[in-house]
């Protein structure tokens, strides 16, 4: 929550607003950006920095009223707090001494240029301002811009104040009298694209900074993709600034009204504003022993042939066509007590398990799973978070079929596997429905601080390793909710939040702490960390940055990544009627890949009202990468899988929103490098869909923010970031696990690397 100092009225729809950001403020730099959400339900939206104060700790932003979210803000009142004010993001502005430059700055865009300007004269050149305006009460921060500029022209559209005439018209008539080096423009995007096209007539390199669509503003979600000299860009991470004689204005202007109607029929909600601004001991060492007395009792109460022969549990499931338009409803819906006996049975408690070897995590199954059989279900749930932060999540979403099923004895004998992943969860839901929660035992406080960066699996598996360990922990979370891709990735059909948000809690009961909207290599750095006592650092920042495929009229509107698609209906529940943020309800939807993260989008695009939901995969189903029930799942829901089909092209309407997608048959090959047979056109055999939404889920690529903000950290293929089997960097005291490692990796792999890592530090600052 971040309070407002001052607020002063600029005209009718324009407010300056003095903000309490005191991190924020010191990191600051010409040219950066802040993520700002007003309410529980509110819109992320960016804003430029105007103005930032390090001694006050204090940022200026400067908004106006366009929509409900600016509007929200805008309604705030001295003394208010503000949800969330993220940042700074962004690259800062490139400052040299460039000779004579113009600025032109066009309505609120004069903001973001006042600190570009007294940066440009800071460094020694001739500023030439021009400031422009529909009208005279348009024109702001003109005394502070005189402050810094050798001369500053106004235009006004109406003539009201300064020179009748719109911006390119003050600028061209310095180019005409005297020699300009560099040029900045910042306004309306119509504004930048005008400017551009003069200067580019006059050969004048010119930077604009450019205020798109955003969901996260971490290079997550990708919403903010422009296209700058034929290459698809990310505003948030590359830029915001950029060469504007290579941006493709059009195609941004587009994709600026992506939203447009959705936004226009929010602005009712203005009209009714909403309200928003257990330890049990722990058991013996000899208990847990295989050879322990009461295990040895229930390995004689049945033969193992008995055991065997008991069929596998089945999973009740909501009916298919009723989960398929509930949203938050889990389809999955557990064991019973009688069940989880029935199947905890099936397990030999083997002398050589070996389910635990391919356990990522290191879970002792055979115990958990005894103490079930016998009915002690609470004790089998303090066995699994011994070694697991997360056993209810675990239990859900976790590939066990690949990992500790895929080792089960079961399956040598022509046997199904025993249902570990089932009873897993089992424990950890009548643990949570009991009301007796336990904490694992925590050793003495050692007084040592770590820092982690990331609260997604990999993050918060060591944070509660090293609580338990004594440790100080502190986890950083760039987002406003604590879960990373728990929360924003993975559906409520899936993953309900209420499960993720207990496993959270109990983190926290630990004494685990946890900062939300603080990113780590824009508002505080590794270093900072560093000198603020932390004598470690866990990077578990993720893979957030998404991928694409570079075919024509890919950045066509209503054509999305994963991420920008589930980040907008899981983390901010876009598809409410109350929430702030706007999502495409697509009626003919296609999605791009075979993964996981594809199920979860073309399910919930069919949760959200679409009549046809496509999978479209350049490979055959056999080779997909998705769990099988997840493809089981989809099918009964209605999903279509239309295979050894790859996307070439997308063809959009005359407001750029894409109406078509045109694929390319494809037959399989010779197997690649990961084993899987190489998908290969079929010449001239295409198939064209008409569809309304598209969403791209192709893998994602390393987060470059932290990365890129530490001076001499080896980095790995494609940005990831190179660590050794202890999961430890070339910097001693930076270690680091997940898919910032892996470029993309499951739940439990993560949680593996949180646990590698956490064993490795705790012996490098033990000595």
Same mark, same amino acid.
């Given at each position: ?19 309490? %950001? ?41 908004? &106006? ?11 705030? &009142? ?63 921060? #003109? ?59 006059? *050969? ?58 959705? #936004? &226009? ?35 004689? +109460? ?270 901010? *529940?876009? +598809? ?21 993260? +594809? ?5 919930? %695009? ?19 990468? +998705? ?62 869909? *008409? ?77």
């Amino acid at each position: 929550m971040n309070k407002i100092l001052h607020k002063e009225h600029f005209s009718e729809k324009v407010f300056k607003l003095v903000v309490e %950001a005191p991190l924020i403020a010191r990191s600051r730099k010409a040219g950066h950006f802040v993520i700002v959400r007003v309410g529980e339900k509110g819109e992320r939206m960016p804003l430029t920095i105007a103005e930032a104060d390090p001694v006050a700790g204090t940022i200026t932003l400067v908004v &106006q009223e366009v929509g409900l979210s600016s509007t929200r803000l805008c309604e705030l &009142q001295e003394g208010d707090y503000i949800t969330d004010v993220v940042g700074p993001l962004g690259q800062a502005t490139h400052i040299e001494r460039f000779g004579t430059v113009v600025c032109a700055g066009g309505g609120v865009g004069v903001a973001p240029m006042l600190p570009i300007v007294q940066a440009l004269k800071a460094a020694g050149n001739r500023v030439i301002t021009v400031l422009a305006g529909r009208t005279k009460e348009l024109i702001i921060l #003109e005394k502070e811009m005189r402050a810094s500029s050798d001369e500053v022209i106004i235009m006004t559209d109406d003539g009201s104040y300064g020179q009748k005439g719109l911006v390119t018209q003050g600028v061209e008539q310095v180019i005409l009298r005297e020699r300009v080096d560099k040029c900045f423009a910042i306004g309306p995007a119509i504004m930048m694209k005008f400017v551009c096209l003069l200067t580019k007539k006059y *050969d004048i390199p010119t930077d604009v900074s450019l205020n798109t669509i955003m969901v996260d503003g971490t290079g997550m979600c990708g919403a903010c993709r422009i296209t700058v000299g034929g290459k698809t860009k990310f505003v948030c991470v590359d830029g915001p600034e950029f060469d504007g004689h290579q941006v493709d204005f059009d195609e941004m202007l587009k994709r600026m009204g992506a939203f447009k109607p959705y #936004e &226009q029929e929010e602005m009712h909600k203005l009209e009714h504003p909403d309200t928003c601004q257990a330890t049990g001991e722990s058991l013996q060492e000899e208990d847990k022993t295989r050879n322990a007395p009461w295990r040895v009792e229930l390995r004689k +109460a049945m033969k193992p042939k008995e055991r065997t022969a008991i069929p596998r549990v089945k999973m009740p499931e909501l009916d298919p066509e009723y989960r398929s338009h509930s949203r938050r409803e889990e389809v999955n819906l557990g064991l019973n007590e009688e069940q989880a006996l029935t199947e905890a049975k099936r397990c030999l408690d083997c002398a050589n398990p070996g389910c635990m070897t391919g356990c990522p995590v290191g879970i002792d199954i055979p115990r958990f799973i005894k103490h079930i059989e016998k009915g002690e279900f609470l004790e089998a749930a303090k066995t699994l978070k011994e070694t697991s932060a997360l056993p209810a999540v675990c239990g859900r979403v976790c590939p066990q079929e690949k990992q500790c099923e895929s080792q089960c004895i079961h399956l040598k004998m022509n046997e199904p596997a025993v249902a570990i992943g089932y009873l897993e969860r089992f424990a950890a839901d009548y643990e949570r429905d009991s009301g007796q929660i336990s904490v694992p035992e925590i050793k003495e406080k050692n007084g040592i601080k770590v820092a982690v960066v990331g609260s997604g699996p990999a993050g918060l598996s060591f944070a509660g390793d090293m609580a338990k360990k004594g440790y100080d922990v502190t986890v950083f979370e760039a987002l406003h909710e604590i879960g990373g891709v728990l929360k924003y990735g993975i559906p409520e059909f899936r993953l309900p939040n209420k499960i993720v948000d207990v496993e959270i809690d109990n983190l926290a009961k630990m004494g685990v702490q946890f900062e939300k909207d603080c990113i780590i290599g824009k508002t505080l750095s590794i270093a900072e960390l560093k000198e603020a006592g932390f004598r470690g650092v866990f990077v578990a920042s993720g893979a957030g940055l998404p991928n694409f495929m570079n075919i024509p009229g890919e950045n066509s509107i209503n054509i999305l990544s994963s991420n920008e698609y589930l980040t907008r209906v899981n983390l901010m *529940d876009a +598809a409410s009627e109350d929430s702030d943020t706007p999502v495409p309800f697509g009626k003919r939807v296609v999605v791009i890949g075979g993964g996981n993260t +594809a199920m979860d989008s073309v399910r919930t %695009a069919k949760r959200l009202g679409a009549e046809r939901a496509i999978i479209v995969y350049r490979r055959s189903e056999a080779e997909m990468p +998705a769990r099988i029930e997840e493809v089981k799942h989809a099918k009964e829901e209605g999903v279509e899988f239309l295979t050894l089909h790859n996307p070439i092209e997308y063809l959009a309407d005359e407001q750029g929103r894409v109406k078509q997608v045109v694929l390319q048959k494809m037959e399989l090959g010779e197997p690649d490098a990961s084993g899987r047979r190489s998908p290969v056109p079929i010449p001239g055999a295409t198939e064209t869909l *008409d569809i309304d939404l598209a969403i791209v889920s192709v893998g994602v690529s390393p987060n470059p923010i932290v990365p890129h903000s530490v001076e001499g950290l080896e980095l790995g293929r494609k940005g990831t970031i190179a660590v050794n089997d202890d999961m430890q960097s070339s910097i001693p005291f930076i270690f680091a696990g997940g898919d910032i490692v892996r470029g993309g990796a499951t739940v439990i792999l993560a949680m593996g690397d949180g646990r590698r890592a956490a064993a490795a530090m705790d012996k490098q600052l033990r000595g």
